[in-house]
């Protein structure tokens, strides 16, 4: 945690979830009606075909809902592709970009991630930027590196705190079950915030920077209560809202520890 950085605890939902998933996302959002939502945000990230139908089951609900990629472009011919702002006119708020199996999958370089951070600025979205070295980079001693390079070529200038979250995902860490060392994750994250003070000064103080990869109930409360982690990104165990809401709530623990 960050001392007066508010959590924020995001599923990605990746290419999963139909109608049939409705009742989970509806869970979720009466899950998390409760006091600690006034200290710790929630965040969903269904496939865009869910997207209208979520934001309409959470609108009396402190989840919030948003999509998992926007092309950088405003609209035009692109075909299969969605908008910035077609995803806030779904009253989606957040954007995820630059995961790392769109870097693989569609070959995103760091220059189309930040055109896309810009593109989900300008809806006045939130992006949450993803960065993560692979198992090679990892074996070579090159994680601060890649960290480094990710963060320079992929956030924009004008990223300041309300607009844009870091998550850090260890390319060999998400949907494996593995996690780094609490060491690792401390070195990684202390890391991001020197180069984003650095960078942004105050407001890279206040960035909010997530953990991604293997996040479950059971290693939720031991990773997220390390220094600079904000909050999690979390793959498989966001699609049972059993799962989600536990993971949410190790923050009423780790909060306590905290008074
Ligand atoms: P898992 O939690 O399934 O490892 O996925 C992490 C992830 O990629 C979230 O964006």
Not at 52 to 58: D, G, I
Not at 136 to 150: I, M, P
Not at 201 to 208: D, H, Q, Y
Request: aromatic share 4%; glycine share 10%; charged share 20%.
């Amino acid at each position: 945690m960050t001392p007066d950085v508010r959590p924020l605890v995001a599923g990605n939902w990746k290419m999963n979830g139909t109608r049939q998933s409705l009742g989970e996302i509806k869970a979720m959002a009466e899950g998390v009606l409760g006091p600690l939502s006034e200290q710790v945000d929630t965040l969903l990230c269904p496939p865009m075909t869910l997207l209208y139908v979520a934001t309409a089951l959470c609108t009396d609900s402190p989840l919030m809902v948003g999509a998992q990629d926007c092309h950088q472009k405003t609209c035009g011919a692109h075909t299969g592709d969605i908008s910035a702002e077609m995803i806030a006119d779904c009253f989606g708020t957040h954007v995820i970009v630059g995961h790392s199996e769109r870097r693989t999958d569609h070959g995103e370089t760091d220059h189309i991630v930040r055109d896309k951070a810009c593109a989900a600025h300008e809806a006045e979205l939130t992006a949450i930027i993803c960065i993560g070295e692979t198992e090679n980079q990892r074996d070579a001693y090159e994680t601060l590196d890649v960290l480094r390079r990710q963060l320079l070529g992929s956030v924009p200038e004008g990223a300041t705190a309300e607009n844009t979250v870091i998550a850090y995902e260890p390319v060999w860490a998400i949907g494996s079950g593995v996690t780094p060392t609490s060491e690792d994750v401390a070195v990684a994250h202390a890391f991001m915030r020197s180069e984003l003070i650095r960078r942004f000064g105050e407001e890279g103080k206040m960035m909010r920077l997530l953990y991604g990869g293997s996040v479950k109930p059971d290693n939720a409360a031991k990773l997220m209560s390390i220094d600079n982690v904000d909050g999690a990104l979390i793959g498989g165990a966001s699609l049972k809202a059993e799962d989600f809401l536990a993971i949410y709530g190790v923050y009423e623990g780790l909060i306590a520890e905290t008074l």
